[in-house]
């Protein structure tokens, strides 16, 4: 198998786990707290934090976190995360066409 198999397949499998193209899709929006990403979303905190641990050891997101009273916690996406944008939209226009 060629290495361009073995890449877009990795790259796929990771875009293919459910809500991780959802989760980039917000974020995209620009960043994001916790409670506002489960209420868009309408998933669960405790699946939510998982795959945003999982996105942030794949280095998509980051956590950035700001010593506010409260604290003020914000996911946002990395540049590599960011170059998911062209294809987060093609798969978007792509629905919309033939979903």
Sequence with gaps: ??????????????LSKRWVGLIIHQLLE???RFNQLESELNIS?????????????????????YPTTPVK???SLTKKGE????????IEVWSQNWI
Excluded: H, T, W
């Design 45 to 65: 905190g405790k699946v939510l934090s998982e795959k945003l641990k999982e996105l942030e050891a794949l280095d998509l997101i980051k956590r950035d976190v």
């Design 30 to 32: 620009g960043p994001k």
């Design 1 to 14: 198998m060629s290495q361009i198999c073995v890449k877009f397949e990795s790259a796929s499998k990771i």
């Design 83 to 90: 170059g998911l944008d062209p294809v987060i939209k093609a």
């Design 73 to 75: 916690v914000e996911y």
